[in-house]
């Protein structure tokens, strides 16, 4: 039972990627590479929506 709890609680650890990603703005914050005319600032942030949704949804189903 302790073993299978640990190992449920690992999946957590996933959540923390969408906050790093978006953390340190420096990393992302420049106009370069384009992506249809939109910069490289916005659709990172924009990217991170669908993923973070979909890292949220893999630790709710793994941890469920």
Not at 18 to 34: Q, T
């Amino acid at each position: 039972m302790r073993g299978e709890r640990t190992r449920s609680r690992a999946w957590y650890w996933l959540l923390v990627l969408p906050f790093l990603g978006l953390l340190i703005p420096p990393l992302y914050a420049k106009e370069n590479p384009e992506l249809w005319g939109i910069p490289f600032f916005y659709w990172y942030q924009f990217v991170w929506v669908p993923l973070a949704a979909g890292v949220t949804f893999l630790v709710y189903r793994r941890t469920k």
